[in-house]
């Protein structure tokens, strides 16, 4: 197919627009602030918040102008798969829409490991080997697996309220991590609180490991897009969205991380949790009784359902790429059937059991922290990809695409490409303690190099059958 042809509207296929600008906002903080970000930023100690400023400046400012003007050009649903299949083709689209699908799936899998690790901090130090009982977790996870497919089935008019209840469930989050060490000081802790330190992050192996995490952090604006076609007035209402979120995400990163690093001085002998971050420093704030340690345990429920919902949303994507690419015959047509209540079903389905099986094989011999580690590295290799694709459209596109953006624009995605092939470069590398930190760089080199193979392959395939 002509990669010059347009993708079909929504209304073609009786997709249902539910989207509304408060859906979107909620959606956008869903996506982009995760809870262990702060805890990967405060793992560089006092130069966190330049960190942060890099990561904004270079990363978070050229995806933030892309998708606002790509959006506004291409306001279809498939978001930067559309994008990039009209401005490269149909070989690279199809790549982008693989790359952000594993992403996703995978993403789904190390957002699901952290579930284990913050119940052990809302239940307490007895339930601290929770997150080791593998068969408990399973079982849990088991659980929340059926509870995404069957969300995803009742629709996206549905799923967009657990969705919403999340993105305000992750919002008092941070609220009561930021003002926590306001607390501790009007309690009598001894607590040092800086918001903005200007000081470089170090020059070590794992600092520049989760240096490349950082850069990364604050991906997932474009994330909404993909279900463009299922949100009102589309064109404006996503970019929109993007200029009203912009300041919150900055906020909850920095002051977020300020605050962890705070009661990480105050018990300088306890390593941050990179998993549960949150969790461990509002246990730290409030401790185990009182008042306070109830709102704090309240606050980590609030978070096990902001995990839900944040792989709700990110499942609810993920289901949708297949279907998008159904619709342009690159994939078979299977995936882009939808039942009576305009779902992908088969879609849905497939994706369920494909992540599934991406928790098994993911924990297979290695403990919790180390699991969530392969799995959050490997899909922030797939997602850089997807984002290269994206930073490069002004830049080498097609004209057609390529001139919907402003000229400077293009100068801004440069700095956005080298910064992502910063990232890429950088995220192989443990930030937390394994066997061998070169030989779990290859297994996320060969995993992503693997992956890609294997979705090209399939690629090629389809089209040699066509």
Known sequence: MDSATHAPEASDHGLKRQMSMRDLVLAQVLTVVGSAWVGIAAGLGRGAFVAWIVAFAAFYAPMAVAVFYLNRAMPLEGGLYVWAKRAFGDAMGFMVAFNVWAYAISSIAAILFQIPSEMA????PRAASLPENHLLVYAILAVIVLALTWTALRGLGFGK?????SGAAMIAAFALLIVAPLWAWMHGAPITYHPAPLHLPPHDPTSLSLFGQVIFAAAGLEYIAIMAGET???ESAISRSVIIAT???????????ASVLSFHGLHPHEPINYVAPIPQTLAQAFGEHGPMAWVSKLIILLLQIRIIGASSYLFTGATRLPMTAGWDHLIPAWFAKLNDRKIPA???LLTSLVIVALLLLASTGVHAAEAFNILNDASSEFYNLAYLAMFLIPICGAASVRYTMPRWAALLCGLGTVAT???????AYPFVSVGS????????IVTTVAVNAL??????MRTKKA
């Open 121 to 124: 901090f809302m239940i307490g």
């Open 161 to 165: 309220w657990l969705h919403n209840l």
């Open 421 to 427: 092939l910063f990232a890429i470069a950088l995220n």
């Open 455 to 460: 979705g090209y392959a399939f690629y090629a």
């Open 247 to 257: 300041p919150i995400v900055f906020l909850m990163f920095t002051l977020g991380t």
């Open 232 to 234: 009102h007035a589309a």
């Open 346 to 348: 088969n879609s849905i």
């Open 437 to 444: 930190p070169w030989g779990f760089a290859v297994k996320i």
